[in-house]
């Protein structure tokens, strides 16, 4: 997993509460296992009309949030379903940050798993965030995770809150299997050490 520091983008708000998981990454795109290819499929369903050409009036369809990295929506955004694609999806189009004030859970831990970082924060702070997103091409963003801090295009700062274990996995780029491989030592020799003392196991 590629480690989170500090993050400069576009941001683009996206006015809708309760998005989902199937209005993230549709249900016809969950065939695959793998992790690429996903960011076509990103938001699809509002992307794309039926004939299969671009929504002029999707926000990611316009000139200055084509390339977003970060994401300002409304509350509990990945509800729905626990897909696993939802983040795969975000990180594959280049989002690396959602920010919102609350989240899906299985979404939420989701995103830590995959370099994704959703980040809570008050209703008032959203709305300032989100007036700092509907600037267009003035719209970048600064995430900053060892500061905890968001600073907006006119140098406004928000802070937030991240749980300490989180913030160091994000920073170390760790997974459930690169924290394993933190202890890859202690591992081997225990099982040198198994190997010895019941060689039939």
């Excluded at 500090?6 to 992790?35: E, F, H, S, W």
């Excluded at 004030?101 to 709305?127: H, M, R, W, Y």
Aim: charged letters at 25%; a negative charge.
């Amino acid at each position: 997993m590629d480690k989170f520091t500090t993050l400069t983008g576009v941001a683009a708000p996206m006015k809708i509460r309760n998005i989902d998981t199937d209005m993230i990454i549709p249900k016809q795109y969950l065939k695959t296992i793998k992790r690429t290819g996903l960011g076509t499929g990103l938001f699809s369903e509002m992307r794309y009309r039926d004939d299969g050409s671009e929504n002029p009036d999707f926000i990611l369809n316009k000139p200055a949030y084509r390339h977003a990295k970060i994401i300002v929506a409304e509350d509990n955004f990945g509800c729905g379903s626990s897909r696993e694609h939802a983040p795969w999806a975000l990180l594959d189009y280049g989002v690396r940050c959602v920010i919102s004030t609350s989240f899906a859970d299985i979404f939420f831990n989701n995103c830590f798993q995959n370099g994704v970082l959703p980040i809570k924060v008050s209703p008032a702070d959203l709305e300032k965030l989100m007036d700092d997103a509907s600037r267009g091409s003035n719209s970048t963003m600064t995430i900053d995770l060892e500061a905890q801090e968001i600073r907006g295009p006119d140098g406004g700062v928000v802070k937030f809150e991240i749980d300490a274990f989180r913030k160091h996995c994000m920073l170390n780029g760790l997974d459930d299997i690169g924290l394993t491989m933190t202890k890859e030592a202690g591992i081997t020799s225990y099982e040198d050490k198994v190997g010895k003392t019941r060689p039939w196991t």
